[in-house]
């Protein structure tokens, strides 16, 4: 599952060779891409992480490696900080971000 990325980055990173032997999934999350853009919910680190665990949860995911860069990560952790990493199978962090602020 990959965070924060353009349509097009997108579809090419999904068409990988990774394809072949891993189920490879782009997750548009809350006000990014071409997801909606609500005025609410951006600071509530809750929203974030329900919105990952909907995903593991609606897809039946079986422990998930997550990947992602710059925001991305920090949703990864506000999912492990209300859901725990029980159901996770690895993180991998790319230029990543990992706290707000100075």
Not at 67 to 94: A, C, K, N
Request: hydrophobic share 35%; charged share 20%; proline share 3%.
């Amino acid at each position: 599952m990959k965070t924060h990325r353009s349509q097009a980055v997108l579809v090419c990173s999904c068409n990988s060779n990774l394809a072949g032997e891993h189920r490879l999934l782009a997750l548009d999350v809350r006000g990014h891409g071409l997801s909606d853009k609500p005025l609410n919910g951006y600071n509530d680190s809750k929203l974030w992480a329900d919105d990952v665990n909907a995903v593991i949860q609606g897809l039946n995911l079986d422990h998930p490696v997550l990947s992602g860069w710059s925001y991305g990560p920090l949703v990864f952790l506000d999912y492990i900080r209300h859901y725990g990493e029980e159901r996770l199978g690895g993180l991998q962090f790319v230029g990543a971000i990992t706290r707000l602020g100075g």
